[in-house]
């Protein structure tokens, strides 16, 4: 009984052994993989790309709130185009918190703002905007220049009745 239950054991070692040889490719191969790719390739910024914030608060004319909270987004997207810290930081509830998004500022991206993708109020003072953003970047290790990606926008409304930004996913 005990012979028949370790060679049950040593089948299945042995199994398992090959399953993982066979997904795991040699390791001298993995480097040389590595090694033929060029280092240090640098993307082009593309000529025909205009940085801008293509959104505008009239557009939405016909929601007040809605029109409140492009208001208030719109002076931090277009902070990030003219690279404006200090305007960014005072458009956040907690200018301490801008901070940690300073990193959108690398002098190798541009950023055009296109449209409000989704407008999901959370609570009265709660909302969060999904921002449509297309960019061009030079950074190192970039085949491509030109990229599109949506970042969500989380704002509350203070005290004062204007939406500041909390967050950016």
């Known amino acids: 009984m005990k012979i028949r239950y370790f060679a049950m054991f ?5 199994g ?9 490719p ?28 293509l ?4 557009d939405y004319k016909d929601d ?9 987004l719109v002076i931090t997207l277009q902070a990030l185009i003219d690279r404006d810290k200090d305007k960014f930081d005072a458009n956040f509830v907690d200018p301490k918190k801008a901070a940690t998004y300073h990193y959108l500022f690398d ?5 055009r703002f296109e449209s409000f993708e989704n ?15 297309r960019g061009n970047t030079i950074a190192e290790g970039v085949e491509q220049a030109l990229f599109t990606r949506n970042a ?5 409304k203070n005290k004062e009745g204007q939406w500041k930004v909390t967050d950016i996913d």
């Open 152 to 156: 969500t926008y989380f704002l509350e």
């Open 107 to 111: 002098p190798d991206v541009q950023y």
């Open 16 to 24: 398992l052994l090959l399953v993982g040889c066979a997904t795991n």
């Open 26 to 53: 040699p390791q001298d191969k993995a480097k040389d993989n590595v090694v033929s790719q060029p280092e240090n390739k640098k993307a082009q910024f593309d000529p025909n790309f205009t940085p801008a914030v």
């Open 55 to 58: 959104i505008h608060p009239d």
């Open 64 to 72: 007040k709130e809605k029109q409140s909270i492009a208001n208030g």
């Open 119 to 133: 407008i999901q109020f959370k609570s009265p003072t709660n909302v969060h905007v999904t921002v449509k953003c």
């Open 10 to 14: 040593i089948a299945a070692a042995v």
